[in-house]
């Protein structure tokens, strides 16, 4: 008897978000590929859909609550562990006030559902104004400049790979990240097909990347260099009359004003800077402008930077005023099927997006997309005086390793008066908490992404079912999340999650949909927690059913019932301007006046001098977060905690391929085993981040065995883009030198 059932599944690792065939035989994974009929992914995989299947078995995965006594992790029921935060929790609310509690959530949470969903319901139940997540590692730059420019925050400009003829990459290696703020699994074979058809993919980066090697040519650019590249490039569009805005002609705020804020960044004035000759500067501008169709793509590296929000900026820009915005084969805007707010309300027009409503109580530095800096976390919780953070909830998140200066936040978070994480893994952040509450395995959970078809290169729907049923017991994460915010708000740890969430619906219900709230609660019968949240932004969305008004529209039954055939194909991209503008004026703002202003202080910085050597991180396509070290099938293979350093780097400072070197900057330092490599441009050295796998006390014994250097306690948890409050990870000063036993 043949009893192995097969599923389909969107792989929940990374930004791809690729289809995935599993096979499951009496509860067990047999085999994980790629779903070759996936209308978005088409049959690729990378190693890490593969890993889903060490992620579900580890046994490092915790599977029951843990409660800290007497500084000893001991495992407990639900209801013991509820309890423990009842117990906690209000009262150091009571005597201390909302703003002495603190959340924090991690990148894994946006490809889940329920936590991405349910998160802002304990954020809002806490009442805080302390509210971080891993955004401000990575993409907050990309997310201010975007909701400046059109109005909403994930209103990303995104290039249309398949029709494009030329593609200019900085800072970013979609072949090994298949993407990031732009979902586009396989880029390999795309970036080929571009090849094929005569067009050319150019890469400007520090380092010859997996994306570099494959392209038709690659510049090395200085870290912390891109913004004056990209002034010189916009500088030379204007200074050669090359600019044309194509059919958003008619939609453009500020083209006079962006010309003279660039004014000063001629190529001759940025080229020492760069690293890339004045002439260089000249021809890339003359190429991109000259192509059919052209887009231009930047991403962690020029986020990542003290100048990253004006680095994000200025790719738009090029994008614009080169014709190539909302235009085929240039870059558009995705339209999602579900929770995209460009989609929503009045086209055209919008509130637009405010920052500093409130501002961090130490540093001052403000709130941007309702969060304040994640490094702005460990002096909070270290400084006294009202509204220091004294309660702490994680979600999904890694702080300790991934934010600079882990060593300080360890230290902080050993100071709180009481922490909760909810988290599968007791890892080096959740080891100072005093209940971790284990989330549910990816395998036992339904999935839809949330943000990332607003992401993506080709518009789609697909619903992933649970694979394998969930432990006896095992709350949903949505539910968890609900209990938590019950707690917080004095209801007790008895009140029906369910119940609460129905509650809860029936206000939405109203607020929405108004007279007809009674209808839709009716229409939705059934369903609970996120599928209920699913089902209303489905047949609410641009291609939903409405209600019934458009019964070939979708809704969440159409969607699921596609999942074997892998999903429903919604088209190409195509132009959206105006519709989907949430400016106040209705128009793409290309000279916001924060930015302008920012502008300055480039231009001040403009003769500064580089460092001598920096460091900068970098991406593994088996590593997209620190965890994935500890499954074994993406752990195994050359290690790969190395530190890339150029052989004219390697001569001078006395360094062997394959020894140990001491990497000091002025905020730590770290030991690193050498990779000398003439990837690297001289004078830069890289160094991946999410290593250190060494604090005691943390159960993550195959990334022990090779624990890696932490790169990120070589980082100043001070230094950031004062715009979007984003961390600078790359261009830091270094030394270097062999290590001595």
């Not at 708000?489 to 939405?508: P, R, S, T, Y």
């Not at 001598?612 to 500890?630: A, C, E, F, Q, Y």
Request: charge should be neutral.
């Amino acid at each position: 008897m043949n009893d192995t059932t097969t599923h389909h599944r969107i792989c929940p690792l990374c930004e791809a978000c690729c289809g995935l065939e599993i096979k499951v035989q009496q509860g067990k994974v047999i085999s994980i590929r790629a779903h070759e009929a996936d209308v978005f992914s088409a049959g690729y995989i990378c190693p890490k859909g593969v890993a889903l299947k060490d992620l579900h078995e580890d046994p490092d995965r915790l599977r029951t609550p843990l409660i800290k006594r007497n500084g000893v992790f001991e495992e407990a029921s639900w209801d013991e562990a509820y309890a423990e935060i009842e117990r906690r929790l209000p009262p150091l609310m009571a005597q201390h006030g909302r703003n002495a509690t603190a959340v924090v959530v991690g990148n894994p949470s946006a490809h889940k559902i329920g936590l991405l969903t349910y998160f802002g319901k304990l954020a809002r139940a806490l009442g805080t104004k302390n509210v971080f997540s891993a955004s401000t590692l990575d993409q907050m730059p990309k997310q201010l400049s975007s909701g400046l420019m059109f109005g909403h925050w994930l209103s990303v400009a995104l290039p249309d790979i398949a029709r494009t003829d030329y593609l200019l990459v900085l800072g970013a290696n979609p072949l090994a990240s298949n993407g990031s703020l732009w979902t586009v699994p396989d880029f390999k074979g795309k970036a080929k097909a571009l090849q094929a058809r005569g067009g050319k993919l150019v890469v400007i980066d520090p380092r010859r990347t997996e994306t570099a090697a494959v392209a038709d040519a690659h510049h090395f650019i200085r870290p912390n260099a891109d913004v004056f590249l990209l002034a010189a490039m916009v500088h030379t569009l204007f200074a050669e009359g090359l600019v044309k805005l194509g059919t958003v002609a008619d939609w453009v705020n500020g083209v006079a004003a962006v010309q003279q804020a660039v004014a000063p960044f001629t190529p001759e004035a940025v080229a020492a800077r760069c690293g890339i000759a004045a002439d260089t500067i000249r021809t890339l501008t003359r190429d991109l402008a000259g192509a059919p169709r052209a887009a231009v793509y930047a991403r962690i590296g020029t986020c990542t930077q003290e100048y990253g929000t004006l680095a994000s900026w200025l790719v738009d820009v090029l994008n614009t005023l080169t014709g190539n915005l909302d235009r085929a084969g240039g870059a558009l805007f995705a339209k999602s099927a579900a929770f995209a707010s460009n989609t929503a309300g009045k086209p055209g027009i919008g509130k637009g997006v405010t920052t500093g409503r409130h501002r961090a109580r130490v540093s001052g530095a403000p709130e941007v997309y309702g969060e304040l800096p994640i490094t702005c976390m460990a002096e909070e919780i270290e400084t006294s005086g009202e509204g220091q953070i004294r309660a702490l909830f994680t979600v999904a998140t890694n702080p300790v390793l991934s934010s600079p200066n882990g060593p300080r936040l360890a230290k902080a978070l050993d100071q709180l008066d009481f922490m909760v994480s909810m988290d599968i893994y007791l890892n080096e952040t959740t080891r100072h908490a005093d209940v971790i509450l284990p989330g549910v395995s990816p395998l036992e959970d339904f999935h839809y992404d949330v943000a990332f078809p607003q992401l993506s290169w080709r518009n789609h729907a697909r619903y992933s079912p649970p694979v394998l049923p969930a432990a006896p017991g095992q709350p949903e994460e949505w539910q968890t999340l609900l209990k938590l915010a019950a707690i917080a708000q004095g209801k007790g740890v008895d009140i029906d999650a369910n119940a609460l969430d129905d509650a809860q619906f029936a206000e939405d219900a109203q607020r929405l949909f108004g007279e007809h709230a009674g209808a839709v609660i009716a229409a939705t019968q059934g369903l609970k927690g996120p599928q209920r949240t699913l089902e209303v932004a489905l047949r609410s969305g641009p291609y939903g059913d409405q209600w019934g008004r458009k019964p070939d529209g979708l809704t969440l039954a159409k969607v699921q019932a596609s999942n074997a055939s892998g999903g429903i194909d919604l088209g190409e991209l195509q132009p959206r301007i105006p519709e989907m503008l949430r400016t106040p004026s209705g128009k793409v703002e290309l000279a916001p006046p924060s930015l302008l202003q920012d502008l300055q202080r480039a231009v001040q910085d403009l003769r500064g001098l580089a460092p001598d050597l920096v460091i900068i991180g970098r991406r593994d396509v088996r590593t997209n977060n620190s965890w994935m070290h500890n499954l074994p099938i993406l752990a195994k293979g050359p290690f790969r905690c190395t530190a890339l350093v150029h052989p004219q780097d390697a001569q001078r400072l006395g360094l062997q391929d394959g020894a140990l070197a001491d990497i000091r900057s002025a905020s730590g330092q770290v030991r690193a085993q050498v990779h000398v490599s003439e990837e690297m441009m001289p004078g830069v050295v890289s160094l991946p981040h999410g290593w250190g796998h060494d604090a005691p006390g943390a159960q993550l014994r195959v990334a022990a065995e090779r624990p890696g250097a932490n790169v990120n306690a070589l980082l100043d948890d001070q230094r950031r883009d004062p715009l979007s409050g984003n961390a600078v990870l790359g261009g830091v000063a270094i030394t270097m030198q062999a290590a001595v036993a």
